[in-house]
């Protein structure tokens, strides 16, 4: 069963694994078959979802609504995470000619007007701006943030992607702490793991979010040199723990790091949720965690 625990200090509670909905688009699921995957990972006590404004061409938030909408007392026994600032070429922005950013206040309050309105609900759990923009004020995202929070339509907030210089100089402007960073940490990329961003959050002691922990599946298809490293080596970990599959090595691998982080589960299949769960079960030691790190680098630690 999973756990929940505190994101930060006296922040909100999120289950340890994270069910995402980035593909729900692609799952090709009716509302009602939408609604049974929901209870079930519920009922594994992943109770935790994670969505963004953007996700399936600004479709997924409302899949998910329609599906809400056939039993409203879920809301009650989950928290949602949603995320803003990314806009998108298409029928949704037609006046737009490039892919950018957008922290400024209209935007982030015209997107969680959005995002509530797709989902049918009344309050995100927590926002996050979703990547980090060079034309970001942060007295404007702040100003944001608060008169959000004073309508009742956000409870917390927090960033993804961000340095830790642009998540010190957001939180110098808000009154409540900054309750996450949700980054990329895999087998093939975990550079947070060295560029400090891990670092800061575990002196904070807020939990990362951790999205792509399987590559976007490149650690099963690739070919390259380093992915075929990585994925012998995960393999023969696999083996001397007794995990089901290389899945579950990665999910311990990435919650070996003492910043705790919460791995998000993209997949719409419940085998592979039911197998995520079961991993929690294995942790790997030192040598076995830097194991996957050699094999990720190509070299021995300096």
């Known amino acids: 069963m999973v756990a929940n625990v505190e994101l930060t200090p006296n922040g909100p509670q999120f289950s340890e694994l994270v069910q995402g909905y980035w593909r729900l688009a692609d799952w090709g699921m009716t509302p009602q078959e939408r609604l049974t995957f929901l209870k079930q990972h519920i009922e594994l006590g992943i109770t935790t979802v994670d969505h ?11 899949l998910f609504g329609e599906a809400l909408a056939l039993d409203p007392s879920v809301r009650e026994q ?9 806009k998108l070429c298409g029928s949704q922005y037609p006046e737009q000619r490039i892919n950018h950013y957008n922290t400024g206040k ?24 979703h990547r980090p923009d060079v034309l970001m004020d942060a007295d404007e995202v702040a100003e944001a943030f608060a008169t959000l929070k004073q309508q009742g339509k956000v409870a917390h907030f927090g960033v993804s992607n961000f340095s830790p210089a642009q998540f010190d100089l957001l939180q110098s402007r808000l009154d409540a702490p900054l309750v996450t960073n949700q980054v990329e940490i ?43 490293r990585v994925r012998n080596e995960l393999e023969a970990i696999r083996q001397e723990i007794g995990a089901g599959s290389i899945d579950q090595v990665i999910y311990a691998w990435v919650r070996r790091l003492p910043s705790k982080p919460l791995p998000i589960i993209g997949s719409g299949n419940m085998k592979r949720v039911e197998d995520a769960v079961a991993a929690l079960a294995f942790e790997l030691s030192r040598e076995q965690w830097f194991r996957v790190w050699v094999a990720s680098k190509g070299h021995g630690v300096p």
């Open 78 to 86: 989950i928290q949602i995470v949603s995320k803003c600032d990314i």
């Open 186 to 228: 895999n087998p093939l990329n975990f550079e947070v793991c060295h560029d400090g961003t891990l670092d800061q959050l575990q002196m904070k002691r807020t939990k990362p979010m951790a999205w792509s922990c399987m590559a976007g599946g490149e650690i099963f298809q690739g070919q390259s040199e380093q992915v075929i």
């Open 52 to 62: 963004a404004d953007i996700y399936g061409g600004y479709t997924c938030e409302q």
């Open 106 to 129: 209209a935007h982030i309050t015209e997107s969680v007007n959005n995002s509530l309105q797709r989902l049918g609900v009344e309050q995100l759990d927590v926002l996050l701006i």
